[in-house]
């Protein structure tokens, strides 16, 4: 058999790189210097309905116009010429997570773009409720809230969910807190059998341990000083036929721990005040942020129940641990906020890798509350300043991992770190120049060398 000419191998080489990138779950775009598509690969017609043939060599202005996908992170990408990254919705209602990668040519101008969008995994839900009797069926709720990732981890968790959802096995969903056990649960429940019933959800912790018995089983009339005249029924009795989410079923305590394995058990349980058993028909889902081997083993939590709970056991990892979810976590955040708020915050790009660095002790919930933060108190564009000390602590450790191994490169982004910094916090050469112990006319230079994207905002 006769080798191929150096030809046909460049040819084979250039059709098996086009194969491979057909066959990319993400969406792929290269855009020339004037913004006209180069290529795009098979996945725009799963988010556009339309081949790449339809788009090939059209500026990407004229998709954009016509309503394809929006907003579009082209015009940041081409006044900044640094990477970009954006949340967009495409007209047939995908959600993406894009990236814009700008190419130099030696002159510093941009030779081509590279686009890639991830489609989010988006796992619609109502939000959970969780205090006391103000508990609500998911039919009340009607505020749904969204599981956004792009976690290999948290994408097997939710297709070991597809599978259990079906039974009616009892759950534990064991993470650190604000981790989004109680929606985790939810979706469970929404994708069960038990779908059409209630979704009831009580914190053990909440609620003090003297009024936590009535609120789970009821009482009968007259059951005790201060009850109502009629009686009440509890949690359990209220969720027959649906789920009962107990969140922090490890403060729980022991006397009522024995009551609930019956129920789990028995599907059976006695009101208080009550000579009368009751039957329910209940999927029970727990949740905790403590270690239950260790409390069975201290005969804090009664060993027979934790066995009872634990037939399906699901850990959901914390937030350092899937640092890919945290800049689409960010964007959709940033998005719910900008809507509650009718803004239209941005978030630099330092900001993110600050936020993908840090080890956020209290999970989604803190990055959520933190996006909030930041939408309320910063300006047009969220910067490094604006981040709390917690945050920016760090920024010394992640500017070193960074660094590059070439010494002059290195130099370089250490004074570009320094002069970025200083500029926003103080947006006066005079100012930075004191902060860096350099002359004002050196500072200028060096602002408009670094902060040229800062100084158009």
Request: contains cysteine.
């Given at each position: 058999m006769k080798?191929?000419?150096?030809?046909?191998?460049?040819?084979m080489?250039?059709?098996?790189?086009?194969?491979?990138?057909?066959?990319?779950?993400?969406e792929?775009?290269?855009?020339?210097g004037?913004?006209?598509?180069?290529?795009?690969?098979?996945?725009?017609?799963?988010?556009?309905?339309?081949?790449?043939?339809d788009?090939i060599?059209?500026?990407?202005v004229?998709?954009?116009e016509k309503g394809?996908?929006?907003?579009?992170?082209?015009p940041e990408?081409?006044k900044?010429?640094k990477?970009c990254?954006?949340?967009q919705?495409?007209?047939i209602?995908?959600?993406?997570?894009?990236?814009?990668?700008p190419i130099l040519?030696d002159?510093?101008?941009?030779?081509?773009?590279?686009?890639?969008?991830t489609?989010?995994?988006?796992?619609?839900?109502?939000k959970?409720?969780g205090?006391?009797?103000?508990?609500?069926?998911?039919?009340?709720?009607?505020?749904?809230?969204q599981?956004?990732?792009?976690?290999?981890?948290?994408?097997?968790i939710?297709?070991?969910c597809?599978?259990?959802?079906?039974?009616?096995?009892?759950?534990?969903i064991?993470?650190?807190?604000?981790?989004?056990?109680?929606?985790?649960?939810?979706y469970?429940?929404?994708?069960?059998?038990?779908?059409?019933?209630?979704?009831?959800?009580?914190?053990?912790a909440?609620?003090?341990e003297e009024?936590?018995?009535?609120?789970?089983f009821?009482?009968?009339?007259?059951?005790?000083?201060?009850?109502?005249?009629?009686?009440?029924?509890?949690?359990?009795?209220?969720?027959?036929?649906?789920?009962?989410?107990?969140?922090?079923?490890?403060?729980?305590?022991?006397?009522?721990?024995?009551?609930l394995?019956?129920?789990?058990?028995?599907?059976?349980?006695?009101?208080?005040?009550?000579?009368?058993?009751?039957?329910?028909?209940?999927?029970?889902?727990?949740?905790?942020?403590?270690?239950?081997?260790?409390?069975?083993?201290?005969?804090?939590f009664?060993?027979d129940?934790?066995?009872?709970?634990?037939?399906i056991?699901?850990?959901?990892?914390?937030?350092?641990?899937?640092k890919?979810?945290?800049?689409?976590?960010?964007?959709?955040?940033l998005?719910?906020?900008?809507?509650k708020?009718?803004?239209?915050?941005?978030i630099?790009e330092?900001?993110?890798?600050?936020?993908i660095?840090?080890?956020w002790?209290?999970?989604v919930?803190?990055?959520?509350?933190?996006?909030e933060?930041?939408?309320?108190i910063?300006?047009?564009?969220?910067?490094?300043?604006?981040?709390?000390?917690?945050?920016?602590?760090?920024?010394?450790?992640v500017?070193?991992l960074?660094?590059?191994?070439?010494?002059?490169?290195?130099?370089?982004?250490?004074k570009r770190?320094?002069i970025?910094r200083?500029?926003?916090?103080?947006?006066s050469s005079?100012?930075?120049?004191k902060?860096?112990?350099?002359?004002?006319?050196?500072?200028?230079?060096?602002?408009?060398?670094?902060?040229?994207?800062?100084?158009?905002?």
């Open positions: 080798s191929p000419d150096a030809t046909g191998n460049i040819e080489t250039l059709q098996t790189l086009l194969k491979i990138l057909d066959h990319s779950k993400d792929i775009f290269v855009l020339d004037e913004k006209r598509i180069l290529y795009v690969n098979q996945v725009c017609e799963r988010h556009y309905g339309l081949k790449p043939s788009v060599g059209k500026y990407n004229e998709l954009f394809y996908w929006k907003p579009s992170i082209v990408v081409y900044r010429k990477p990254y954006m949340r919705q495409t007209y209602g995908a959600e993406l997570m894009t990236s814009a990668i040519n002159e510093g101008e941009i030779e081509l773009v590279v686009i890639t969008s489609e989010l995994q988006t796992y619609k839900m109502s959970a409720i205090t006391s009797s103000e508990a609500k069926t998911t039919q009340e709720e009607e505020e749904t809230g599981f956004i990732t792009n976690s290999s981890k948290i994408n097997r939710l297709a070991f597809e599978k259990v959802a079906p039974t009616d096995s009892t759950i534990l064991q993470g650190e807190s604000g981790t989004g056990k109680g929606v985790l649960a939810q469970i429940h929404r994708i069960s059998k038990r779908k059409s019933g209630s979704f009831l959800t009580i914190n053990c909440a609620i003090p009024l936590l018995e009535s609120e789970l009821g009482y009968s009339k007259g059951a005790f000083t201060g009850a109502n005249k009629t009686g009440k029924p509890g949690l359990i009795e209220a969720a027959n036929g649906g789920t009962v989410f107990l969140d922090e079923i490890g403060e729980m305590p022991l006397a009522l721990q024995a009551k394995l019956q129920v789990i058990q028995d599907k059976q349980f006695i009101p208080i005040g009550s000579s009368e058993m009751k039957k329910v028909d209940i999927r029970i889902i727990a949740a905790t942020n403590r270690d239950l081997i260790e409390m069975v083993n201290d005969k804090r009664r060993e129940l934790f066995y009872r709970l634990n037939v056991d699901i850990h959901l990892p914390p937030l350092r641990e899937r890919e979810d945290i800049i689409p976590l960010t964007y959709n955040f998005h719910q906020f900008n809507k708020y009718q803004d239209n915050k941005v630099s330092e900001c993110l890798n600050l936020l660095h840090y080890s002790p209290g999970n919930r803190q990055l959520e509350n933190l996006i933060r930041l939408v309320v910063s300006d047009s564009i969220i910067q490094v300043a604006d981040l709390p000390d917690m945050i920016t602590d760090n920024v010394e450790q500017t070193q960074a660094l590059p191994t070439s010494l002059d490169k290195a130099i370089d982004e250490t770190y320094l970025r200083a500029y926003q916090t103080h947006k005079r100012k930075v120049a902060d860096l112990d350099i002359s004002q006319t050196k500072a200028s230079k060096l602002i408009r060398e670094y902060c040229e994207d800062l100084m158009n905002n």
